[in-house]
């Protein structure tokens, strides 16, 4: 069974930076996946936020956080990270990573395996 752990959230003030990271275990090729970060704010449906292909060569980005935040992963540690720089108040939320079942795909619909989510709140 697939297992995200996330990490690195707290409570920041605007323009600041965070890190977060997430931890996969149970998946054996686990540089074959995609993996993403989606978030859900308060009252808000969840949202797509990045997304990265498994050899790491291709990275998307919701237009909300172009510019300012960066996915990656390691495949050798099966750790995906976001770095999130100039943080505004409007990315709070809680902060998930995902990955989905089937190899290749980064279809967002077919994101499967979730974390349990790290709450981020950025003070104004």
């Known amino acids: 069974q697939v297992q995200l752990v996330e990490s690195g959230g707290g409570l920041v003030q605007a323009g600041d930076s965070l890190k977060l990271s997430c931890a996969a275990s149970?998946?054996?090729?686990?540089?074959?996946?995609?993996m993403g970060w989606f978030r859900q704010a308060p009252g808000k449906e969840r949202e797509f936020v990045a997304s990265?292909?498994?050899?790491?060569?291709?990275?998307y980005y919701a237009d909300s956080v172009k510019g300012r935040f960066t996915i990656s992963r390691d495949n050798a540690k099966k750790i995906v990270y976001v770095q999130m720089n100039n943080l505004k108040p409007e990315d709070t939320a809680v902060y998930y990573c995902?990955?989905?079942?089937?190899?290749?795909?980064?279809?967002?619909?077919?994101?499967?395996?979730w974390g349990q989510g790290t709450q981020v709140t950025v003070s104004s």
């Open positions: 995902a990955t989905p079942k089937r190899p290749g795909t980064t279809r967002r619909d077919e994101f499967t395996y």
């Open positions: 149970g998946r054996t090729f686990f540089s074959l996946y995609a």
């Open positions: 990265i292909l498994g050899s790491g060569g291709s990275t």
